[in-house]
């Protein structure tokens, strides 16, 4: 299997750039970790699937779900961190999905100021292609997302594909939702691969795969490197979040990956109503999210209504005032930025709800 290596600039002096290694990249992980004195961080699916990998060096095992994103986890962190020794001149290394990614970049930056440097083992296509690149870290508090957290770029993000071979059908899915956002914001030739492809045609093809998680993360880096903290560009990444993450707090029911994928469908919508994009391309889009089996809305038996919906959005940490930064799309590869009253996105999700 080809494996091919995409650099991520960092700045604030961090110097070399982040590696994101993809393909068969799990062999590079002990000349990465050359001369440090790693300490993993992991969760017990990781543990019991990869039990060489993960025990090869002292770990903290925690648990799995969303409801581990949280400060109450990163304190257990913390007290086995200090149990096991670790100080300033230790080294993180994160091996699982994007719950355990963004932790242990949160730990690794927080822990006695930080220590000398931390690198993930994405193990989830949603890790590969998003959670674990960019430096984005954080936890949730009280139902929000990521309202507490970090930009900190990893030293190394290894994408094993692989490993995608042992992850349950639903989180292959509910991955996939974030490499067709990439594609919207800003590769419509990434987005043309899904076009004409089931589920099952798409991931069956191992090439594909490759050519898909390689697109996203040059996509990513690109858009980080211009903006690494989130001032302006990066916001574009936001696209189908404000709405996925309101969807996950209010229903409980739905993966981040498969929030995501509604989300697009609901920008889609709105795009169209504003006369940004076409319905021809509203309809392609629909139409991609849904022959990846993933949801193209919320279901009707969840009992969400769109004022609950609505509520949720506003509360969302891109809200400033009355106004929310909201990513719409000029057509299939272009998504941009727009600040939207929250009355104004309450009157055109009448029909779209």
Known sequence: MMTEEILVPRGGGAGSPSRVII???LPRLGELLQRK???VITDPNLAEAYPELT????RVVIGLGETQKTLETVGYIYRELLRLGVDRGSYLVGIGGGIV?????FVASTYMRGVSGFGFVATSLLAQVDASVGGKNGVNLDGYKNIVGVFNQPDFVLCDLPMLGTLPVRELRAG???VIKCGLIRDAGLFGMFENHTFESFTGDAALVHRAVAASVEMKAAVVAADETEQGERKLLNLGHTFAHAIEKCTGRYL???AVGIGLCIAARLSHKLGLLTASDMERIVAVVGAMDLPTSVARDTGVTRAQLLAAV????KREAAEIDFVLMEGIGHAVRRRMPLV???TLTAEIL
């Open 23 to 25: 393909g068969d990249a």
């Open 37 to 39: 004195r790693p300490v």
């Open 55 to 58: 025990g090869r060096y002292p």
């Open 101 to 105: 990614t963004d932790i242990t970049g």
């Open 176 to 178: 996939l939702a974030e």
């Open 256 to 258: 981040h990956g498969e």
């Open 314 to 317: 506003a509360s969302d940490k």
């Open 344 to 346: 104004e996105l309450d």
